[in-house]
C-alpha cells in the first residue's frame, strides 16, 4: 500500500540533509504524482508543493548509523520515520470558498502558517 503525502512535505523530507547525507541513495522507486508515474529522469525534489505524491516502492540504502535503523529500509518507513521527527504537520484543506477565510484566520492565530496553492 502505496503512503500518500503532499509535494511540500516530500520536498521537505527529500531536501532535509539528516536524513540525506552524502551517500544515502534511494533505488528501485517509483513516484507516483498526481495519478502520473514520475519518469527516472525527473528529479524528485521538482514536483510542485500542492502535488498529490504516492511513494509506491523503493528502499533507502546507506542510512546514516545515529537514526538507529540499520542500512536499509523502505522509502515509505523512511518517510514515515522522518515524519515522526518533525515538530510540524501539514495539513492539506479542502473547504467551503466562502470559509476560507475563516479557516485561513484561525490557522494564523493558532500559530500555523498558510501557504497559497
Not at 8 to 33: M, Q, S
Not at 58 to 65: D, K, T, W
Amino acid at each position: 500500500m502505496a503512503t500518500t503525502v503532499s509535494g511540500l512535505e516530500f520536498k521537505r523530507f527529500y531536501a532535509d540533509p539528516a536524513f540525506w547525507p552524502e551517500g544515502t541513495w534511494h533505488d528501485d522507486t517509483v513516484l507516483v504524482v498526481d495519478g502520473r508515474t514520475l519518469p527516472d529522469d525527473d528529479d524528485p525534489a521538482g514536483v510542485a508543493d500542492t502535488a498529490t505524491v504516492e511513494l509506491c516502492s523503493g528502499f533507502v540504502c546507506e542510512i546514516p548509523a545515529g537514526l538507529g535503523v540499520g542500512d536499509d529500509m523502505a522509502l515509505a518507513d523512511y518517510f514515515l520515520l522522518w515524519r515522526k521527527q518533525q515538530t510540524t504537520v501539514t495539513l492539506v484543506v479542502e473547504c467551503l470558498r466562502e470559509k476560507v477565510d475563516s479557516i485561513k484566520a484561525v490557522v494564523v492565530e493558532a500559530g500555523g502558517e498558510v501557504r497559497e496553492a
